[in-house]
């Protein structure tokens, strides 16, 4: 199986910084796309900024020039730096990734737990 954590939420006032980092672990052959999420209180999951294997990057409009997706191939692990933190930025943060799995050759799709991102007026 793979496993996805998620580290670097917390609590930080608007016009800071976070990063998020979010480490792959398990039976992985590859990792085709990454992704990040956000899902605040009574709205749906949004996807914020994807990454493919060469390094392409797309953003959700609203935190375009803010937010960075990069990832580290050696070490299965995405980040997200995000700058300029607005408290519309306060959610849930997920990690998801495509993995290809050692044992099949076949892709699945894993999800981490998430962590909290607050953004403070």
């Known amino acids: 199986q793979v496993q996805l954590v998620e580290s670097g939420g917390g609590l930080v006032q608007a016009g800071g910084s976070l990063r998020l980092s979010c480490a792959a672990s398990?039976?992985?052959?590859?990792?085709?796309?990454m992704y990040w999420y956000r899902q605040a209180p009574g709205k749906q999951r949004e996807l914020v900024a994807s990454i493919i294997g060469s390094g392409s990057t797309n953003y959700v409009d609203s935190v375009k020039g803010r937010f960075t997706i990069s990832r580290d191939n050696a070490k299965n692990t995405v980040y997200l730096e995000m700058n300029s933190l607005k408290p519309e930025d306060t959610a849930t943060y997920y990690c998801n990734a495509d993995v290809i799995w050692i044992r099949t050759g076949l892709q699945y799709n894993y999800w981490g737990r998430g962590t909290q991102v607050t953004v403070s007026s």
């Open positions: 398990g039976s992985i052959l590859r990792i085709n796309t």
